[in-house]
């Protein structure tokens, strides 16, 4: 390839010859700082930010706690997974308190913490002779090949085909569907989202968490639930399965639990987590002293103010989506989510909305052709969602021309 055909459309400098790997669909800006749930461009640009990273940047940008530990944690910010460091027991213990008493192994990234779940399954399957792993229709659970086998999309999976045998799709939302797999395939394992988030902001039916875990149990088979998008606060609690009351055998954690450091974790009972043995699992930068500072700040923020703050600001949030499929009933057919997750459901292509809102300076995605979702930092406040919901309504408003 040329050094002139990489040249990408932009004014931004850094938008210009580069030998980036073209993986990603990226949008003509170059991002330069931000502030709480601002951020601006390299040409001065404003933008109201209701991605944050993809759930990632949950404390915003440049937040206090995340500036401090970012200071205290330059005194040692990684040593490998062959010494102790107080950082992360600290977060082990934390997390640990939260769950009540589950096992921690720290990775970084959600993709990881998946991969990290089905190897645990696995594992245990191995001790009664299983291996099928069951995964739900619609389902992400990440990129790699495992993670990427439970994920039955075909335009994910397709390119790299043969993919890791004995995974099976089950429909999502069907009882009946799971307990007829379940019987057929006997597996170790299953891995369900509370909501599906690259799945279009799809909520599973009230009720079926709670089904599917004491299904699954009683056929012997672990359940992971998969809140790399939907935990860390996000739905308004410290896990979007806690609207059941379930007790899962894995639960997996990534994305806004580092404030954009890269941090992900597979929490296990410890009855399950015995079944990894030494050398059977790890990573060279989990959890590392950075990572780990970083992690403890977002969680006592949650703990003493943020769960508040995002049961406040939920409602606000939901309010401003029903004013929208009110006032544009054309185009707007509806809305879902919890918490600060949310989808607009749309009937004009959403990618058209994405585009004519960042001109318009608010940033939002499309993870279906017919869904914006929403993942705003969870600190922002009501100036922020008066924001969304002025440009919302200017984009919508060209979109009825």
């Known amino acids: 390839m040329r050094d002139d055909e990489r040249t ?8 210009g010859k580069n030998h980036l790997i073209p993986v990603y669909g990226r949008y003509p800006v170059t991002l330069s700082h931000g502030q709480g749930a601002e951020v601006w461009d390299d040409n001065g640009k404003h933008y109201w930010d ?10 915003g940008y440049r937040h206090k706690r995340v500036l401090a530990a970012l200071e205290k944690a330059q005194s040692l910010l990684h040593t490998s997974n062959l010494f102790w460091h107080h950082p992360g027991i600290d977060l082990s213990n934390k997390m640990a308190e939260i769950t009540g008493g589950y096992l921690s192994l720290w990775v970084n990234s959600g993709t990881e913490a998946n991969e990290a779940g089905i190897k645990l399954m696995r594992r245990y399957g191995k001790s009664v002779g299983r291996s099928a792993i069951l995964s739900l229709s619609n389902g992400f659970h990440g990129r790699t090949m495992g993670s990427l086998s439970a994920t039955f999309v075909s335009a994910y999976q397709d390119p790299f085909t043969p993919l890791v045998p004995d995974f099976h799709e089950v429909e999502a939302g069907s009882i009946t569907a799971l307990e007829e797999a379940l019987n057929r395939f006997h597996p170790c394992g299953l891995l369900l989202e509370p909501i599906q988030g690259e799945g279009g902001v799809v909520p599973l039916p009230p009720g079926y968490l709670s089904q599917a875990v004491k299904v699954a149990h009683d056929a012997g088979c672990l359940v992971l639930i998969d809140e790399v998008q939907t935990g860390i606060g996000r739905s308004g609690e410290w896990f979007g399965f806690q609207t059941e009351k379930i007790e899962p055998d894995i639960i997996t954690v990534a994305k806004g639990l580092g404030a954009g450091i890269p941090i992900g ?11 990894f043995r030494p050398g059977e699992h790890g990573s060279t930068f989990g959890g590392n002293p950075l990572a780990s500072t970083v992690a403890l ?38 809305y879902r989510g919890q918490g600060l997750m949310w989808g607009l459901v749309v009937r004009t292509p959403a990618t058209w909305i994405v585009k004519e ?12 052709p017919d869904v914006i979702r929403l993942l705003p930092p969870l600190i922002i406040d009501e100036e922020a969602v008066d924001a969304f919901y002025t440009i919302m309504t200017k984009v919508l408003q060209r979109a009825e021309k």
Not at 8 to 15: C, E, L, N, S
């Open 8 to 15: 990408v459309t932009g004014k931004g400098q850094a938008m």
């Open 50 to 59: 209701f991605l944050a990273g993809i759930g990632v940047n949950s404390l």
């Open 265 to 275: 974790g597979m929490l296990a009972k410890e009855e399950v987590a015995q079944y």
């Open 297 to 334: 700040e977002v969680l006592d923020w949650l703990a003493t103010e943020g769960l508040d703050h995002i049961r406040k600001m939920a409602p606000v949030m939901e309010n401003t989506l029903r004013l929208l499929h009110q006032e544009f009933p054309d185009l707007v057919s509806g």
């Open 357 to 368: 809102a960042l001109d318009q300076g608010l940033i939002v995605n499309a993870p279906k």
